[in-house]
């Protein structure tokens, strides 16, 4: 993770030369374009400044509308760059790979809004440094990175990884995996039929309705997950973690947080064996546990028949096992 910040950190820097700053006089158009394509097909974007939404259609086509600003700055001439960009709008297609915003490095002070349909059966890949993303109703697979926006994608069929390094990440109905990795920025997630992924290194990651394993992680946050009924991966350095769910017979569910609480919440019915450590504060449960070893600051309890592990671990904060 620390390598994919360090490049993302590189080209937010990239992103800041090439956006530039808004000075002097600007000039505003915009261009459209229409491809015929014969699906499936790949969609690769980069784009230095600007948000961008891509949507999947019914039809064989990639429409593509894109406003564009050009500003002032210097004895630059921003009416000539925005007629170099519309005149030429950076699209290319070869065989079933469609290009858009190639050498968004000498694109000095343009910035590019894209909204494109593609058929459903596209594969997608975008890298925009400074701008929203919003990708939906497409097959797949879905690689979206970002130095500083938010990523939002719907309905996706296969394997989606999302980054940025400032901007939330929200995905939902996603048909395979999920990874989303963000440095600052909450992350949301519901209804991922694959294992879930996440890492961070600040703010709220919540994870609903997964369908597979989970596996969240970070620095300084809440980590919340609802339903999790296979296996469960929450640590949080600094921060709540509060997982609800219903551990199946062989899952292992391992909750950790250094400074925070962690709360477990559970049907009456759960059937699992709970082993606690809470190193400087209480453990506290509202469900009917047999216990099977206590101490001041541990606890090893089996609650129904047993079955699936859980175990649960905290420095500083209290340990609480609720009714869900």
């Given at each position: 993770m620390r390598h994919k910040h360090t490049a993302l950190t590189m080209l937010a820097s990239l992103g800041m030369i090439s956006a530039g700053c808004e000075m002097g006089p600007a000039a505003t158009g915009s261009f459209d374009r229409t491809l015929t394509v014969t699906a499936p097909i790949r969609l690769e974007l980069a784009n230095a400044s600007g948000n961008?939404?891509?949507?999947?259609s019914a039809d064989n086509k990639i429409h593509v509308h894109a406003e564009v600003r050009s500003s002032g700055m210097g004895f630059d001439n921003p009416q000539k760059r925005?007629?170099?960009?519309?005149?030429?709008?950076?699209?290319e297609q070869r065989g079933d790979t469609v290009r858009i915003g190639k050498d968004i490095g000498n694109l000095h002070n343009v910035s590019i809004s894209y909204v494109i349909e593609v058929p459903h059966d596209t594969e997608v890949n975008t890298n925009v440094l400074s701008g929203s993303q919003t990708i939906l109703k497409v097959r797949g697979p879905?690689?979206?990175?970002?130095a500083s926006g938010s990523i939002?994608?719907?309905?996706?069929?296969?394997?989606?990884q999302l980054t940025t390094l400032s901007g939330s990440i929200e995905a939902q109905n996603i048909g395979d995996d999920l990874r989303a990795s963000s440095a600052s920025g909450s992350v949301n997630v519901a209804k991922v039929k694959g294992d879930v992924r996440i890492s961070a290194l600040s703010g709220t990651t919540q994870v609903s309705g997964p369908g597979g394993r989970v596996d969240a992680d970070t620095a300084s946050g809440t980590v919340e997950v609802q339903g999790a009924t296979r296996d469960v991966k929450a640590h949080a350095a600094s921060g709540r973690v509060d997982v609800q769910g219903n551990p199946s017979e062989s899952s292992y569910w391992d909750l950790k947080t250094v400074s925070g609480v962690v709360e477990l919440g559970v049907p009456p019915s759960a059937n699992f064996h709970l082993t606690a450590e809470a190193v400087s504060g209480q453990i506290k449960t509202d469900v009917p546990i047999v216990i099977e070893e206590q101490g001041k600051h541990s606890l090893r309890a089996r609650m129904g028949n047993g079955g699936g592990r859980?175990?649960?671990?905290?420095?500083?904060?209290?340990?609480?096992v609720r009714a869900s």
């Open positions: 961008v939404s891509i949507t999947g925005l007629d170099d960009v519309v005149n030429n709008p950076p699209i879905v690689k979206a990175d970002s939002r994608v719907d309905d996706i069929d296969r394997q989606t859980v175990e649960v671990h905290t420095i500083s904060g209290e340990i609480r």
